[in-house]
């Protein structure tokens, strides 16, 4: 079976996965869930097994680990009608393939130069930012404190700028300075979103509001980390992160 093959497979197996979770009863949904993350771990070491070497078997297997339970506690939050579901399925099943091209690029530039990683770069940026949307909106829609959100927003932002700041450079380790930026962002955006605790938000544009921070940070330092972080960048990716912020604070305060 081609890689191709097996990509369409995984990402079927996973999207009629997402739909067998509606089917959990509430009491064990986020059970569910973490064993719903389980499987597609290992479906997708199953299908990217061959180019995985090194560190490149955890970096690897940290979106296909967060990206399906990401959608599939953001599934419970949509209204109970048929085209809502359907589009999210479509859309997550597109993304799952997607996400497994992405990893397999990112695992053979590992080891050869290839002329697709600027494409890589760009849909794992895109899920990156899509995973944490999902699962930070999914921490502050549980109502707990500003010091739990703060904690678990940095546990959620921890693994994803270890594996964006990684897949910068794609080197066959990880090195001390992706580990310490990582813990400093991180650590910065539980802050932030012990801030946001505190303002009259809704969980979704709070969790826009943290995902916009990883969104300006991550793309920062990756630009850095391949030395192209120009001053046309830099106002790029701030004045995105300013209209964020007053849209936010527009839909709150309006």
Do not use: C
Request: net charge positive; aromatic share 14%; hydrophobic share 60%.
């Amino acid at each position: 079976m081609t890689k191709r093959k097996k990509f369409v497979l995984v990402s079927s197996i996973l999207t009629f996965g997402l739909i067998g979770l509606q089917f959990i009863p509430l009491d064990r949904r986020y059970e569910a869930i973490i064993f719903f993350s389980g499987i597609s771990v290992l479906l997708s070491a199953w299908s990217l097994y061959s180019d995985l070497t090194g560190v490149s078997w955890f970096t690897s297997m940290i979106l296909p680990a967060l990206y399906p339970a990401s959608v599939g506690l953001f599934y419970f939050l949509l209204p109970v009608n048929v085209f809502s579901r359907v589009v999210l399925l479509s859309l997550f099943g597109i993304g799952m393939y997607a996400l497994l091209l992405t990893e397999n690029i990112y695992a053979v530039a590992a080891n050869r130069t290839i002329q697709l990683v600027r494409a890589a770069h760009a849909v794992g940026f895109l899920l990156t930012v899509i995973t944490a949307i999902f699962l930070i909106g999914t921490v502050f829609g549980l109502r707990l404190s500003f010091l739990a959100n703060g904690i678990m927003v940095a546990v959620i932002l921890w693994p994803l700028f270890i594996k964006g700041l990684w897949s910068a450079t794609i080197q066959k380790n990880i090195s001390g300075t992706i580990w310490m930026y990582s813990a400093v962002l991180a650590l910065v955006g539980g802050e932030i979103a012990m801030f946001t605790a505190f303002l009259p938000m809704t969980p979704l544009v709070s969790a826009i509001l943290v995902s916009g921070y990883l969104y300006v940070t991550l793309g920062l330092m990756q630009q850095q980390l391949q030395e192209r972080l120009f001053s046309k960048t830099i106002q790029e990716y701030v004045w995105v992160g300013i209209i964020v912020f007053l849209a936010a604070l527009l839909v709150t305060y309006r």
